[in-house]
Every structure is written in C-alpha cells, then in structure tokens.
C-alpha cells in the first residue's frame, strides 16, 4: 500500500463523523480497496474496526469478476468470499429529488467507517457503524447535491418499522438448483429466494451478476429487483458447526426500503427459515445466530 494511501485511511478513521472540506479533486482510482460508482464520479473507500484492530476493507470478487456495478460495491474485511458491508448510489438528479442519493448497510457487527467522496467537487459524506452493533440500514436522499457546491446537507432520519421476528416454516427435502432466482449456499446445502414488494406489485428478485460472475459465492449472495446493476438485498451464511454455537448462522439486510421476504430452505430437512422487512421501511440488519441446527 502506498503511503498517501495509509495516510489518507488514517484521516478517514479519526476524523469527525460528517461532511469533511477537504476539496481534493483528484479522479476516482479503483484498486483493492476503492470503488468509483456513478460514471466514476464518487469514491468509496472503507476502513473496518474490530475490538483489538483496524485496517482497510477491500471490493470483493466473483470468478475474477469485481464486485462492482456502476451503482453498487461490496466489500470484504477477514474473507474473501464474505461480505461484509455494501453501498448503492443513484443519480436522482431530477426534479423533485435533485440530488446523489447513498444507501448504506452491512451483514455484520463489525464496526466500519466508509467516506463517499465527489471527485467533482471535492465534498465528502462519512457513515459509521460502531463495533458490536448489526446497522440500521441508511438512506440518505440527500448525500450530495447535484449542482457544484461544496459540503452536503445532514442524512435524512431512516423510516423504519419493526420487522416480524423471523419464523420457521417446512417444505420438500429436494436439492438445491440454482437458476437466475435461487442461490445455493454452504456446499449447495441451503436454498436461497427472495420475493419483493411495492405498493402497486410483486415478484421474484434475481442473483446479481458482475461480468460474467454470479454476485454468489459460498457463503454471499446478492440480489436486485428492478434493475441488474441494482443491489436491492444480500444475505449470508455461516456454517457455526463447532462448540459453542452448534449452528448455521443467517445475515440479512438490504439497501431499500421496498418490502421484502426471504425464504432460507435446508435441502437436508426442508426446514424454511423466513425474514421479512415491511414495505417503506429500511431494514435492519439481521444477524440469526441460531437459524439451523446442525447435524
């Protein structure tokens, strides 16, 4: 790592929380550690913070293929094939929103801090999520104005709703299949599907692809329910199998505020495992450390 690039991972962890002044200028770069999303305008860089160290968060890949949509960016902390936290921009550059919107969330309870910086004028917009906390997903639909100015209004408050706990349901003992709507987690062992809604419709929501690379690996999948390039919803898995937790572990959340319900099937049992998030409400992260019992 080169050493402007330490020194600006240092200013990132101990700044103040807020829009920074610092009007650097200087065009988005992607390497390991940084996404540029919106045609290249914004950058994205995260730091991650856990009881005992700190360090850079790094874009994760598919078969090769990075982790990066023009409007989306996942990132890794320990594994590279876990995710960790994500970020979505759009371009709401139209009346009545006239602004770049960011939408912010992660399947963890590790602590980070990602700066979003524009490379046009220099503003930049921080969000943290403190160490030992699952984050309220943020939905801030005012991060930079749209005209030239430097600095950028405080993030709305999100809306939320509580959540129906999650609950267990039984289906078909069958084999898990992949297709563009169903993932396949932990050796194939556990089926993943999600429906969204809005207020006017419904339907399935589909595994994301980068290149020519399913947004999936063993343990990760993403999934979009407008758009290909939109990441809508992530889940994770992990496979706790071992004392004292004895138990498949399920992470959910999204960067929405559409409704959602995620079916999470044992190919084994046929035990479901449902998460819902309410319509309009943006999610909060869901860490289900007793989802599935083990063998």
Same mark, same amino acid.
């Given at each position: ?11 990132? !962890? ?23 999303? !919106? ?9 991650? #913070? ?13 078969? $090769? ?5 023009? @409007? ?12 960790e936290m994500g970020v979505k921009m759009v371009d709401a550059c139209t009346p009545p929103f006239d602004a770049f919107w960011v939408f912010v969330? $992660?399947?963890?309870? @590790? ?24 984050? @309220?997903?943020?939905?801030? #639909?005012a991060a930079f104005p749209c005209a030239p100015a430097l600095g950028a209004p405080a993030a709305a408050p999100a809306r939320t709703v509580a ?22 987690? !932990? ?70 505020? @559409? ?10 049992? $046929? ?25």
């Amino acid at each position: 790592m080169s050493s402007s690039k330490s020194l600006a991972l240092l200013l990132l !962890l101990f700044a103040a929380p807020g829009a920074a002044t610092a009007q650097d200028l200087s065009p988005c770069v992607r390497d390991a550690d940084t996404a540029c999303l !919106l045609n290249g305008r914004f950058e994205l860089e995260v730091v991650r #913070t856990t009881a005992v160290a700190s360090g850079e968060a790094f874009v994760m890949s598919f078969l $090769g293929e990075r982790a990066e949509s023009d @409007q989306s960016a996942f990132f890794w902390f320990f594994d590279p094939a876990n995710f960790e936290m994500g970020v979505k921009m759009v371009d709401a550059c139209t009346p009545p929103f006239d602004a770049f919107w960011v939408f912010v969330s $992660g399947l963890t309870n @590790q602590g980070y801090r990602l700066a979003v910086r524009d490379s046009a004028t220099g503003a930049i917009r921080d969000y943290e999520n403190p160490h030992g906390v699952y984050p @309220q997903t943020v939905g801030d #639909t005012a991060a930079f104005p749209c005209a030239p100015a430097l600095g950028a209004p405080a993030a709305a408050p999100a809306r939320t709703v509580a959540a129906p706990p999650p609950r267990r349901e039984l289906a078909e003992a069958d084999p898990c299949l992949r297709d563009g709507e169903t993932a396949c987690l !932990l050796d194939g062992r556990f089926e993943v599907r999600v429906t969204w809604d809005t207020v006017a419709a419904s339907g399935p929501g589909g595994v994301m692809s980068f290149g020519e690379a399913r947004a999936e690996s063993d343990q990760s999948a993403f999934f979009w329910f407008f758009d290909p390039a939109n990441f809508e919803m992530g889940v994770k898995m992990v496979d706790a199998c071992v004392e004292p937790f004895d138990a498949f572990w399920v992470f959910v959340s999204g960067l929405t505020n @559409q409704g959602y319900r995620l079916e999470v099937r044992d190919a084994f049992t $046929g035990e479901v495992r449902v998460y819902e998030n309410p319509l309009g409400s943006y999610p909060q992260t869901i860490g289900d450390t007793s989802a599935f019992p083990c063998p």
